[in-house]
């Protein structure tokens, strides 16, 4: 009954090589967020985006680009992966006006060899 | 720096018994607090928040306290059971609707 779909759900690929991970809601929410997250440490948040044409970036400082050109997707882009992006990465979105409530998906896990 | 501090890394509790779960704060300006617990390959899922107009408040056996003058929080379940076993993050923002920083968890076993 997940609202928010992230694919892949595990990925392992080489050096060098250019990855989207989708995300995608159902909700109609206007905001959309990526997390980062390392094994035991804290979700970083690396993108966000308030609706459609808006991307902004999140403290932690990411290689990664993303794109709003719809309202229910939020792509996330490595142009060339490399082993220090091996990590999990969450995609969230909320409400405008309740946009203290985020829903997340299920994560994308990424492996760069 | 870290902003929201959960210093208990795990937790392990015999079922029906009562779980605490601990969070500290820096930033005096959030004042919206939130829990969210995760499964293993699962995305975090919210159970709980607080505004700081409150301290405290309930939903079924999660109870959140809020204490702003200490810059602590706490997530009270009871009874434990088996089912929450977890791991549970602290969040908490500044400003409605902007962002959110998160705590490194705390890894809770409801042992039956």
């Known amino acids: 009954e997940a609202d928010i779909y992230q694919t892949p759900r595990y990925l392992v690929i080489g050096t060098g090589k250019k990855i989207t991970l989708e995300c995608s809601q159902t909700?109609?929410?206007?905001?959309m967020y990526w997390y980062q997250q390392d094994p035991g440490m804290e979700l970083h948040l690396i993108h966000y985006?308030?609706?459609?044409?808006?991307?902004e970036k999140g403290d932690l400082s990411s290689e990664s680009t993303v794109s709003r050109i719809r309202t229910e997707h939020f792509p996330l882009t490595l142009e060339s992966a490399r082993p220090s992006h091996t990590s999990q990465y969450l995609c969230a979105s909320s409400p405008f006006f309740r946009a203290n409530v985020l829903t997340f998906g299920a994560g994308s896990r990424l492996t760069v060899l | 720096d870290q902003q929201v501090k959960q210093n208990s890394p795990s937790l392990s509790v015999q079922e029906g018994r009562i779980s605490i779960l601990n969070c500290d704060y820096t930033n005096s300006m959030f004042d919206y607090f939130l829990w969210y617990k995760k499964y293993p390959a699962e995305g975090p899922t919210f159970l709980i928040s607080?505004?700081?107009?409150?301290d405290k408040n309930e939903d079924g056996r999660f109870t959140v306290f809020l204490n702003k003058s200490a810059k602590h929080l706490s997530l009270h379940i009871v009874p434990s059971q088996p089912g929450d076993s977890a791991v549970y993050f602290c969040?908490?923002?500044?400003?409605?609707?902007?962002?959110?920083?998160f705590g490194t968890g705390t890894s809770l076993t409801v042992i039956p």
């Open positions: 985006s308030y609706g459609v044409n808006s991307t």
């Open positions: 969040a908490a923002s500044a400003v409605m609707g902007n962002q959110f920083y």
């Open positions: 909700m109609g929410h206007d905001k």
């Open positions: 607080i505004s700081s107009i409150k």
